[in-house]
């Protein structure tokens, strides 16, 4: 059967590329794009859009069956900084979200879904260094606790009801066609934004706050081949730990000054310093890596010169 896929989500950091990518697979008129508000000029012009909210069930529904989908993509949730500020309503809609679209699997509307934990479900108990696959999950963010309840969900649908879920947690991704979405990792992307114009960066977060990272090609091409393989492949169905890279902004900060040498940064720590300081410093893959072949592509050398180039091609050819 071919692929008809719906994201739900698909105006935001992620969801943006992922579209692109899987129009770019599966042919444009194969891919709808869904979201409660319209994406970028690119993402607008390459297929099928509709605006539906992630939290009416209703509405989903109707998406399904008028573009017979199969495949469903749900990127919408409320991310860890933006979620301290409104903790209810990231819970209902990071919880609910993800409901509807299982229920609408277990009822047999769609056959496969995607949904994105995040490195977020570990917190200041868990072993910060490697951190495995299972360990103390402890989560003191609302966004953490709303991943790791959702990655339970899925199991349960998984051996409750048979449906195929298949999910990854995110370190913090980096990119540059769309900005991010009010995660702890965002510094890693406004960086090299300020780097281009400003020559200097004021970091949110402290010289030495190691963090997991991945550049967004690694993180779509994850995506795209969990959700390609035969679900036989897939042993974890919580949500498998995937890793690139990991730095600190002072460790980025020197990488930029290989390419911009007057580059500056200084640091000015703010709410976002104890969410960092609560989550891993890396991560063990090894799962992924093992039961569907994960292999990421880039580094903090070749994705710094790969973003600034864009970057730089983005803003002088606009
Ligand atoms: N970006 C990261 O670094 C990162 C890291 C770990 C996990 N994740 C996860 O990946 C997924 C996508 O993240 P992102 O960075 O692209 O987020 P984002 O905030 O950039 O995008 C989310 C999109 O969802 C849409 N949305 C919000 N509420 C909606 C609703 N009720 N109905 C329909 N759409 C709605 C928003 O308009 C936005 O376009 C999320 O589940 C996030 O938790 C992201």
Known sequence: MNNRILIIGACGQIGTELTL?????????????????????????????????????????????????????LMAAMLSAT????????WELNMNSLFNVLNLAKEGKIKKVF????????????????TPQKTIMEPTTVYGISKLAGERWCEYYYNRYGVDVRSLRYPG??????NPGGGTTDYAVEIYHNALHNRKYDSFLSENTK????????????????????????????????????FTPEQIAS?????????????????????????????DDSNAKKDW???P????HSMSENMLNSLFKKFNNN
């Open 255 to 283: 990488e930029i000054k290989t390419f911009i040498p007057e580059f500056e940064i200084t640091y000015h720590k703010d709410f976002r310093q104890n969410i960092a300081d609560s989550w891993p410093r890396s991560i």
């Open 21 to 73: 990518k899987l129009r770019e697979v599966n042919g444009s008129d194969a891919v709808i794009a869904a979201d409660i508000r319209e994406g970028n000029d690119e993402l607008m012009q390459s297929g099928p859009f509709e605006i539906v909210d992630a939290l009416n069930k209703g509405a989903i529904e109707k998406i399904i069956d008028k573009y017979a989908i199969n495949e469903l993509y």
């Open 211 to 246: 963090l997991p990272m991945m550049y967004m090609d690694d993180a779509i091409e994850a995506t795209i081949k969990i959700m390609d393989v035969k679900p036989e492949a897939i042993k974890i169905r919580s949500s498998y730990n995937l890793a690139a890279m990991s």
């Open 297 to 300: 592509k880039f580094d903090l």
């Open 173 to 178: 991704i980096i990119s540059w066609k769309t």
């Open 293 to 295: 072949g994960w292999q």
């Open 83 to 90: 979620g301290e500020k409104h903790p209810s309503k990231a």
């Open 115 to 130: 949904w994105p934990s995040s490195i977020a479900v570990f917190g200041p108990t868990t072993p910060k260094e490697n």
